[in-house]
């Protein structure tokens, strides 16, 4: 890389493939060129391919353009810019700078800016570029690709021509007047700042008025550097004024030539050279960017401070470079790099903000080594008595590795390892070891530079795991405490652990208790005491148990403390002050108390608390109130555990004054014979307090000593209890909490005249169980004469009703109820009112016989239980008890007849028995007490039900394989439903019990779906009104065997004039039974059938046919039945007959075949077929009838 590889030649890089670009770039002779267009960093060169898509290429970048005719473009810059041709061994290169004069103009080319604004370039100094890298990358072209090649460049992003550094006519080409001027201000800026050099170096550089943008990398290239925004200095002088627009302008394009030329500097720097490389360390060194003008140091140039960055890159020269060193040294050692692996290096400087552009790449490959630290092994699997270990190869840092030595301690723990497997294998197995036993690993890899050691390892086999470590408290709650704890050591990840949490409290003395048992790592123990320690271990298990883990003591968090005690008043309430104390809560959550906090609201309901004290006192004295009013406290407490709810409000008012006098009070209204009513208005004064209540004295003549009538907080009252025509005195007092005040002064007040007085409680008098007299006396008439009196009478004490009104002392009561409390009172009437009704008085008459029996009914058949009840003997009869009238009904006395009455118990029904079939009965009751006998009953008629009918006789008149008909009793099949007569058919089931088959009036029933063979049981039952009678005898009736099913009408084929076949289809044996067939003719006008054949196959040849004749076969199954009593044959049904007319056999030609016909017999339609057709008519015709009416009348 210290030389540059020479330029590609044209002829290498262009193709006759190639097609022609859309805007074709030439050189001056017209032949065909390359023309290199220069990409400068943060710029884009833009073209379109043959295919319409847009290919971007961005900077630091040089585009090869091919020429294959002599035509030149037109050049499309942007404004501010023109386009300078560099020439170098042929090859054009293009470059975009800023507008000049005095640039001179070459060749042409189109170039395509990026969209967003681009950093333009600028104008380097010729004597401070050194040659440009020549090496040029490989095209990649084909038939029809338009894509251009491009060169990236190291360097920056100027053009350097070929030109000779000491050579005064190169410099003379490439400087004008004002660039020689802009490194004349470049020197002279230099040697000003020699002086202040050594505060530069110890001070942040000043920030420059435009920052050039951060360098990124891309595949190892620098781009979007914008050095023309570099400002070294101001855009104001010193003296504070503005100057002009064009010298501010001026002095701005000055200042950033400054810069470019400043960054030129910066950028001609050589790149490093690597020594002492190693495989993880190499030092670099370079020397600082040299500055040469006309060939020579410019002794007048005073090194400025620089800083280095080194940027390396290990994916290729092209690749992503990372920044490794920041610094002023100008060497320095790489630390942590990758043995045999291949570097680029690159160095850039920098000062006073201000980058320049890398240089080159320096190359350097370091050496190889032993291989990485290999990872230890890890478990595959694991037994009792096995463990099969896997590792994966760790880089061989450029040395093929040659073994894997797997060594382990057997076991022992001692910290001596021995080799127990050594090869290029990548897993091994380690077998007879022993349970739960414990085996250390290292790993270790070897290749020709030496052998790295991985770090030890622990595994154990499967049996009782580890010790585990200690749980670990993560969060602690009041009541509950959630730990977490993790694996054994040496335990894979993937094994099934289990693991038991024991729990010890402190004071309980029971030791420790499980309170876990599963899989997880962690778990909350809760329903724990507040402020408790408590002790845990961990035990692990998988197979056995593993040593309990060590034992730690945690703690839960105390509780917030409970609601204080309400405050109360200690002393005595002053008019402004008064001290409250309190007792701490019960409960103070397991933390002691900081301090209490005691909140005051003003008024009795006022919700408004203002913190009045705080502190660890349970006592304070409030001060400052005013007198009279109501005050709300309150107080909380404060503890670790936090803050308790507020306690109990307590309700304090200060004392007041008693309120002043009242006004007399007054009457309301009239005054009444025993009340007045009074009322009166509140105080002037209160005293300071609201008037809680009053109070009302009265005087009578009668007594000297006044009485309180009336305290409350009504404004008005009712006095009660007074005599008629008397004069009261009355007076009045307030009070509120402090008490009461003075009286007022009196009011006499008279009553008006009243109503009689109470009556004294009447005298009653039971005469007979249905008659009564009550007598009274004479009541108070309170100054009026008494004019009559009311009687009021009834049987509920709350509903009695006035059954006398007059004058009287007395009144007899009639028609009363035997053995029943009656309820009377009395009222006083005079000219004022009506006095109270005197005390209510209870009598109660004497008893007598019992009242008449009502609901006399007969018992229906189904309600009946009486297992010997009988319709047509029996009747059953129920009644409703009767009132006793004071007796106990001992009996009831039944009359049905002309016998005697029968008695009975304490009962409401009753069967009576040894009665007379079907013959009608009087019946009437009454009950009987110690008194005697009750009047009868309403009378009831009942008559008594025929004697059930015997069971008829069962018979068999139709039967077959499957169906058994059977008849019984005298009548018609078809037997109407309403006939008095029911039967009951039953037939025994499988388990031997009876089952129903029938319940109706008809006298025959078609029982189907049996059995061929089989017997069955079959009984029966006749009812009627009177009951159901006895079940007959048991009939067994036996189905029959089935005969075979009738056969289709065999086929006759003709095998010549006096022989044919005659075929049928063939059965399966019945159940076991053969099967034989019976083939039978009719030949000519014979009118019998001959049997031709019997046997059991399905064809027959006759032999003995005659010419001209007719023959008619049919044939018929016959069942052979293997019986124990006998052979049996069962001839099943003939099948259609088959008519076949012999004739003499036609020449082959003719195809007539001989007529067989068939005729099929008739069948005559069953009962049940012709009761389906006759419906299925009447139903056509009720339809049609419908439709009809439908149709024609309705409409």
């Not at 040593?547 to 008019?575: A, L, M, R």
Request: hydrophobic share 30%; aromatic share 8%.
């Amino acid at each position: 890389m210290a030389e540059h590889p020479p330029l590609l030649d044209t002829t290498q890089i262009l193709s006759s493939d190639i097609s022609l670009l859309s805007a074709p770039i030439v050189s001056a002779d017209g032949t065909q060129q390359v023309i290199l267009v220069q990409v400068n960093p943060g710029e884009a060169f833009t073209i379109r391919r043959e295919d319409g898509q847009f290919q971007c290429i961005t900077g630091p970048a040089q585009v090869p353009m091919m020429s294959p005719n002599g035509s030149v473009p037109p050049i499309y810059v942007p404004p501010g810019y023109a386009p300078q041709v560099i020439e170098d061994n042929g090859v054009r290169r293009v470059v975009v700078v800023p507008q000049a004069p005095e640039f001179h103009p070459g060749g042409h080319t189109v170039i395509h800016r990026s969209p967003h604004p681009p950093l333009p370039g600028f104008i380097p100094v010729p004597t401070m570029m050194p040659p440009p890298p020549r090496h040029m990358y490989s095209p990649v072209t084909g038939a029809g690709d338009m894509a251009t090649q491009y060169m990236p460049q190291y360097q920056s992003s100027q053009v350097y021509g070929d030109v000779d550094g000491h050579s005064t006519h190169g410099r003379s080409n490439f400087r004008d007047e004002r660039s020689s001027k802009t490194y004349e201000r470049l020197q002279k800026k230099l040697k000003d700042r020699q002086g202040t050099q050594k505060d530069k170096m110890n001070s942040p550089p000043s920030s420059p008025q435009k920052c050039p943008s951060p360098i990124n990398e891309h595949n190892g290239l620098v781009k979007g550097q914008n050095a023309s925004g570099v400002n070294t200095g101001s855009a104001k002088n010193k003296s504070g004024k503005v100057k002009g627009g064009a010298q501010v302008d001026t002095e701005i394009e000055e200042k950033d030539e400054e810069t470019k030329a400043f960054e030129a500097l910066l950028s001609n720097i050589i790149k490093p050279v690597a020594s002492d490389i190693q495989a993880r360390t190499v030092v670099l060194t370079w020397s600082p960017p040299s500055s040469f003008i006309n060939g020579e140091a410019d002794e007048a140039t005073v090194p400025e401070p620089y800083s280095y960055e080194i940027l390396v890159s290990s994916t290729g020269k092209d690749g992503k470079y990372k920044s490794l060193y920041v610094g002023e040294e100008t060497s320095v050692t790489l630390n942590d790099l990758k043995p045999a692996t291949d570097y680029h290096a690159k160095v850039q400087a920098e000062s006073n903000s201000i980058k320049g552009t890398p240089s080159e790449a320096e190359s350097f490959t370091t050496l190889s080594c032993e291989p990485d630290v290999p990872n230890p092994p890890r478990i595959a699997n694991r037994t009792k008595n096995s463990l099969t270990l896997q590792w994966k190869a760790p880089s061989d840092n450029g040395s093929k590795i040659q073994s894997f030595i797997l060594e382990w301690d057997e076991g022992k723990g001692n910290g001596e390892f021995c080799q127990c497997y050594m090869g290029l294998q990548k897993q091994f197995k380690i077998t007879k070891l022993s349970p739960a036993m414990g085996c250390k690993f290292r790993l270790s890899a070897k290749n020709d530079y030496g052998t790295s050691v991985s770090e030890e390892v622990l595994y154990y086999t499967s049996g009782c795991p580890s010790m585990p470590a200690s749980p670990v408290l993560a969060k602690a709650g009041v009541t509950w405490l959630s730990l977490q704890w993790s694996k054994p050591s040496g335990t894979p990840s993937d094994e099934g652990i289990s693991y038991i949490l024991e729990m010890e409290e402190e004071t309980s003395g029971y030791g420790f208790k499980p309170k876990y048992d599963g899989e997880d790592l962690a778990y909350t123990v809760k329903n724990l005491r507040r402020s408790t320690k408590y002790k845990f271990k961990v035990i692990a298990y998988t197979e056995g148990k593993s040593n309990p883990s060590e034992v730690v003591e945690f703690t839960t968090c105390p509780d917030k403390p409970g609601v204080p005690v309400k405050p109360s008043v200690k002393g005595k309430i002053h008019s402004h002050s008064f001290k409250i104390t309190w007792d701490p809560p019960k409960d103070n959550g397991g933390a002691p108390i900081n301090k209490y906090v005691v909140e005051m609201a003003e008024g009795s309901n006022g919700n408004k608390w203002d913190m009045i004290y705080s502190g660890a006192t349970r006592e304070h004295l409030c001060d400052r109130l005013n007198p009279g009013c109501y005050y709300r406290l309150r107080v909380y407490c404060i503890s670790d555990g936090g803050q308790s709810a507020v306690s109990e409000s307590l309700l304090v008012q200060t004392p007041a004054v008693p309120p002043g006098p009242c006004l007399p009070p007054r009457l309301q209204g009239r005054p009444k014979a025993k009340e007045i009513q009074l009322r009166w208005g509140p105080p002037l004064a209160d005293g300071g307090s609201p008037i809680s209540y009053y109070g009302v004295e009265m005087s009578s003549p009668e007594k000297d000593e006044p009485r309180e009538v009336y305290q409350g907080s009504e404004l008005e009252c009712t006095v009660s209890g007074l005599l008629p025509g008397k004069m009261y005195s009355f007076r009045l007092r307030a009070a509120n909490k402090m008490g009461f005040g003075p009286f007022s002064e009196k009011c006499d007040i008279t009553t008006a005249p009243g109503p009689p007085d109470q009556c004294k409680p009447p005298q009653v008098t039971c005469r007979s169980a249905t008659c009564a007299q009550v007598n009274w006396e004479i009541p108070l008439s309170n100054g009026t004469d008494v004019t009559e009196y009311r009687l009021e009478w009834g049987g509920v004490e709350g509903s009695m009703q006035i059954c006398y009104c007059g004058p009287g002392l007395s009144y007899e009561l009639k028609g009363l109820s035997p053995a029943t409390t009656y309820y009377c009172r009395v009222q006083a009437l005079s000219v004022v009112g009506a006095g109270p009704f005197s005390e209510v008085v209870a009598c109660v008459t004497p008893p007598s016989v019992p009242a008449i029996v009502t609901c006399l009914q007969e018992i229906s058949d189904d309600d009946i239980e009486n297992l010997h009840y009988s319709p047509s003997t029996s009747l059953a009869i129920s009644w409703e008890k009767p009132c006793d009238h004071g007796s106990e009904i001992l009996a009831y006395s039944i009359d049905f007849g002309d016998k005697q009455p029968l008695t009975v118990g304490k009962i409401t029904s009753y069967v009576i028995h040894n009665l007379q079939p079907d013959t009608t009965y009087r019946i009437r009751i009454q009950a009987l007490n110690s008194l005697g006998a009750g009047p009868f009953s309403h009378m009831i008629k009942l008559k008594t039900k025929p004697l059930p009918p015997d069971p008829p006789r069962l018979e068999c008149v139709a039967f077959n394989h499957q169906n058994l008909k059977l008849k019984w009793g005298e009548g018609t099949p078809k037997t109407l439903s309403t006939d008095s007569i029911q039967y009951h058919l039953q037939m025994e089931d499988k388990n031997g019990r009876f089952v129903s088959l029938y319940r109706g009036p008809c006298h025959t029933y078609k029982v189907q779906r049996l059995t061929e063979s089989t017997s069955y049981k079959f009984c029966i039952q006749a009812c009627n009104e009177a009951g159901e009678g006895p079940f007959s005898q048991e009939y067994i009736f036996t189905t029959p065997k089935s005969v075979p099913a009738a056969l289709k009408a065999p086929k006759i084929e003709k095998l010549n004039d006096h022989i044919c076949e005659i075929t049928w289809e063939c059965l399966q044996p019945m159940k076991g039974d053969p099967v034989i067939y019976s083939l039978q003719v009719m030949m000519g006008k014979d009118s019998d059938f001959k049997q031709i054949y019997k046997g059991p196959d399905s064809s027959f040849r006759y032999s003995s046919l005659q010419l001209n004749c007719e023959y008619r076969f049919r044939v018929c199954a016959i069942r052979q039945c293997q019986d124990p009593m006998g052979h049996q044959d069962l001839v099943g049904p003939y099948s259609t007959t088959v008519l076949f007319i012999s004739q003499r056999t036609e020449p082959p030609a003719s195809t007539n075949r001989d007529t067989v016909e068939s005729t099929r017999t008739r069948r005559t339609l069953s009962d049940e077929q012709c009761a389906a057709v006759i419906l299925v008519l009447f139903a056509f015709f009720s339809i049609l009838i419908a439709f009809i009416i439908q149709y024609f009348v309705i409409k």
